[in-house]
């Protein structure tokens, strides 16, 4: 029984996959971490078309095999989510997301919410510091999964409970180089998986319909009428 | 005799030591301690519908229109009270995991549904959950109630048992299940940064991470930039070798074989070497990173590497007799 144990969970800790394929080699992350690996590679006689082809063709095969050999104990790891895929930090973010939330008032300020390891905005940082929020918004794909939009809808209405005078909240992440000591910091500061909601976005409607997600329209400013929609068009 | 039956009784023989449990006792503890923080934060910041309700009942998954349903919403109304009652379970099973009460239905239970949280939310799965998971497990099968419990307590009358020894080859693959960790983290670590010819840079890099770092260190760490590069070389070192421990830990418990390798071994301990390396990592973590109950988890399973009969000479007035400890001089 232990000598099966150990070979089952042997083969499943042998480090295969995901897939690669040729989208993911496309992606600037990847593509940076290949050019580093050329600069040593070219050096032997490995030209980059032949390195690619061998990382694409290695890691079908290598899934294929895996995909045909752990088949009897799949469902057994799918019922215990039980595993061996031990890939912690297998390298190092060159270019860092930052995970932010600011609100729009109605004449277009912009209202700074939270945004990680900033002491000035922290709305909700007990909640978005917590590991398993952390991995709804800790990104690391080039399309917004749908459950970032579903979260960014949460967060967004209690945004709108708490800050009365926002008529717009945006989830979004902000990458920068991280300068390595003695290099110059480069101080640009790309906007990514931008995402506006707006407080006409929450109130039930024909789109809300669409969308079983959409939580109760949050409640406006005491005393006042319901803030015009400004749809994505805000500053 | 074959050569098959030879090997196959020295298998046998491998795994057949016994021990008094208080090691894999502590880890039961410990682990039930993380679980239960982790659990009762879900609850107390009100992240129990979000997380694991479908999205009719307000959670952020869209959990009932996917193809592969989990069984718990198969079986429950897709409510917001059915996910505090998913939590209330998982807090009472875990709660009696480390209380030793009834430990392995409770186990088994906790393991199972923890098991469902994760196909509901896989974003907020992370790695320790499915070690905790793959660990609670090895549990299930080990004496690690007869120890530390309410269960001892009923048995013997005494919270620490009655100081009887038990098979010890859970812990032992618990010690294995560790070093498959260390070195699958190792061999996957592929980015440059963690190579000589990348600068060791990664360490760097990985504390400046806003998504995992715990301060915003902007150039403060700069001056200390070559303890970071020091602390990835130690690390990729470290877990590369992990392998290593086996070795030490085999001679250190059964110390048979291998001439002056062995009594190398005996003389320096160089398993408390990798211990204590693997144990400041953790801490570092915990100071530098805000990775939630991973450190602590980690460390809440490090008293698997103790030796089977260092509690007993640390602690005199527990009960039971050490496993006698290897002396050079016996072995020569």
Same mark, same amino acid.
């Given at each position: 029984?232990?000598?099966?144990?150990?070979?089952?969970?042997?083969?499943?800790?042998?480090?295969?996959?995901?897939?690669?394929?040729?989208?993911?080699?496309?992606?600037?992350?990847?593509?940076?971490?290949?050019?580093?690996?050329?600069?040593?590679?070219?050096?032997?006689?490995?030209? &980059?078309?032949?390195?690619?082809?061998?990382?694409?063709?290695?890691?079908?095969?290598?899934?294929?095999?895996?995909?045909?050999?752990?088949?009897?104990?799949?469902?057994?790891?799918?019922?215990? &989510?039980?595993?061996?895929?031990?890939?912690?930090?297998?390298?190092?973010?060159?270019?860092?997301? &930052?995970?932010?939330?600011?609100?729009?008032?109605?004449?277009?300020?912009?209202?700074?919410?939270?945004?990680?390891?900033?002491?000035?905005?922290?709305?909700?940082?007990?909640?978005?510091?917590?590991?398993?929020?952390?991995?709804?918004?800790?990104?690391?794909?080039?399309?917004?999964?749908?459950?970032?939009?579903?979260?960014? &809808?949460?967060?967004?209405?209690?945004?709108?409970?708490?800050?009365?005078?926002?008529?717009?909240?945006?989830?979004?992440?902000?990458?920068?180089?991280?300068?390595?000591?003695?290099?110059?910091?480069?101080?640009?500061?790309?906007?990514?998986?931008?995402?506006?909601?707006?407080?006409?976005?929450?109130?039930?409607?024909?789109?809300?319909?669409?969308?079983?997600?959409?939580?109760?329209?949050?409640?406006?400013?005491?005393?006042?009428?319901?803030?015009?929609?400004?749809?994505?068009?805000?500053? | 005799?074959?050569?098959?039956?030879?090997?196959?009784?020295?298998?046998?023989?491998?795994?057949?030591?016994?021990?008094?449990?208080?090691?894999?006792?502590?880890?039961?503890?410990?682990?039930?301690?993380?679980?239960?923080?982790?659990?009762?934060?879900?609850?107390?910041?009100?992240?129990?519908?979000?997380?694991?309700?479908?999205? /009719?009942?307000?959670?952020?998954?869209?959990? +009932?229109?996917?193809?592969?349903?989990?069984?718990?919403?198969?079986? #429950?109304?897709?409510?917001?009270?059915?996910?505090?009652?998913?939590?209330?379970?998982?807090?009472?099973?875990?709660?009696?995991?480390?209380?030793?009460?009834?430990?392995?239905?409770?186990?088994?239970?906790?393991?199972?549904?923890?098991? /469902?949280?994760?196909?509901?939310?896989?974003?907020?799965?992370?790695?320790?959950?499915?070690?905790?998971?793959?660990? +609670? +497990?090895?549990?299930?099968?080990?004496?690690?109630?007869?120890?530390?419990?309410?269960?001892?307590?009923?048995?013997?009358?005494?919270?620490?048992?009655?100081?009887?020894?038990?098979?010890?080859?859970?812990?032992? #693959?618990?010690?294995?299940?560790?070093?498959?960790?260390?070195?699958?983290?190792?061999?996957?670590?592929?980015?440059?940064?963690?190579?000589?010819?990348?600068?060791?840079?990664?360490?760097?890099?990985?504390?400046?991470?806003?998504?995992?770092?715990?301060?915003?260190?902007?150039?403060? #760490?700069?001056? #200390?930039?070559?303890?970071?590069?020091?602390?990835?070389?130690?690390?990729?070192?470290?877990?590369?070798?992990?392998?290593?421990?086996?070795?030490?830990?085999?001679?250190?418990?059964?110390?048979?074989?291998?001439?002056?390798?062995?009594?190398?071994?005996?003389?320096?301990?160089?398993?408390?070497?990798?211990?204590?390396?693997?144990?400041?990592?953790?801490?570092?973590?915990?100071?530098? +990173?805000?990775?939630?109950?991973?450190?602590?988890?980690?460390?809440?399973?490090?008293?698997?590497?103790?030796?089977?009969?260092?509690?007993?000479?640390?602690?005199?007035?527990?009960?039971?007799?050490?496993?006698?400890?290897?002396?050079?001089?016996?072995?020569?």
């Amino acid at each position: 029984m232990l000598a099966l144990v150990i070979a089952v969970n042997g083969w499943v800790a042998i480090p295969i996959g995901p897939r690669v394929t040729e989208k993911d080699l496309a992606r600037g992350d990847v593509k940076e971490q290949v050019d580093e690996w050329m600069g040593m590679l070219s050096k032997v006689g490995v030209t &980059r078309p032949q390195f690619e082809t061998f990382v694409l063709k290695g890691s079908g095969f290598f899934v294929d095999l895996d995909n045909t050999v752990s088949k009897p104990i799949h469902p057994f790891n799918q019922l215990l &989510r039980t595993g061996q895929n031990w890939a912690l930090f297998t390298g190092a973010d060159r270019t860092p997301l &930052r995970f932010a939330l600011r609100g729009y008032t109605e004449d277009g300020t912009i209202v700074p919410l939270f945004r990680r390891l900033d002491p000035d905005a922290t709305f909700m940082s007990d909640i978005l510091n917590f590991r398993r929020v952390r991995g709804l918004y800790d990104l690391d794909r080039d399309e917004i999964p749908r459950r970032y939009k579903i979260f960014s &809808r949460w967060v967004a209405t209690r945004a709108f409970q708490a800050h009365p005078e926002l008529v717009a909240v945006e989830v979004l992440q902000e990458e920068q180089r991280t300068p390595l000591p003695g290099q110059k910091p480069d101080m640009t500061v790309k906007q990514r998986f931008k995402f506006k909601v707006t407080r006409e976005d929450l109130v039930p409607g024909p789109k809300a319909l669409q969308d079983p997600s959409t939580p109760p329209p949050p409640p406006g400013p005491p005393g006042e009428n319901p803030p015009a929609s400004h749809g994505g068009q805000l500053p | 005799m074959t050569q098959y039956r030879r090997a196959w009784l020295a298998w046998v023989n491998a795994w057949n030591d016994r021990e008094a449990p208080w090691g894999i006792a502590l880890v039961r503890i410990g682990l039930a301690l993380c679980l239960l923080w982790d659990l009762s934060w879900v609850g107390i910041e009100r992240l129990v519908v979000p997380l694991w309700a479908p999205i /009719q009942a307000g959670g952020w998954g869209d959990v +009932l229109s996917r193809g592969d349903v989990p069984f718990v919403w198969r079986v #429950l109304p897709p409510t917001a009270e059915s996910a505090w009652a998913i939590w209330g379970t998982l807090m009472v099973s875990i709660a009696f995991v480390g209380l030793g009460i009834l430990p392995r239905l409770s186990t088994i239970v906790f393991v199972l549904l923890y098991a /469902q949280t994760a196909s509901i939310m896989d974003d907020a799965d992370r790695g320790i959950d499915t070690m905790m998971r793959n660990v +609670l +497990l090895i549990l299930w099968w080990s004496p690690a109630w007869e120890v530390l419990s309410l269960r001892a307590w009923w048995r013997s009358g005494s919270f620490l048992g009655d100081g009887a020894h038990h098979p010890a080859w859970a812990r032992q #693959l618990l010690v294995l299940q560790l070093v498959v960790m260390y070195f699958g983290a190792g061999i996957t670590k592929t980015g440059l940064g963690w190579m000589p010819w990348g600068g060791f840079t990664a360490l760097y890099y990985i504390l400046h991470d806003p998504a995992v770092a715990r301060f915003d260190l902007g150039r403060s #760490l700069d001056p #200390l930039y070559f303890l970071t590069q020091f602390g990835s070389a130690i690390t990729i070192l470290w877990e590369y070798t992990s392998p290593l421990m086996l070795l030490f830990f085999w001679i250190r418990e059964k110390p048979t074989a291998l001439g002056r390798f062995r009594d190398f071994c005996l003389r320096w301990h160089p398993e408390r070497l990798y211990v204590v390396v693997g144990a400041a990592f953790h801490i570092l973590i915990a100071a530098g +990173l805000n990775l939630g109950i991973f450190p602590f988890a980690m460390l809440a399973m490090y008293p698997a590497f103790a030796a089977p009969w260092a509690w007993n000479t640390w602690f005199k007035w527990l009960p039971g007799t050490p496993n006698p400890a290897p002396q050079i001089a016996d072995v020569g």
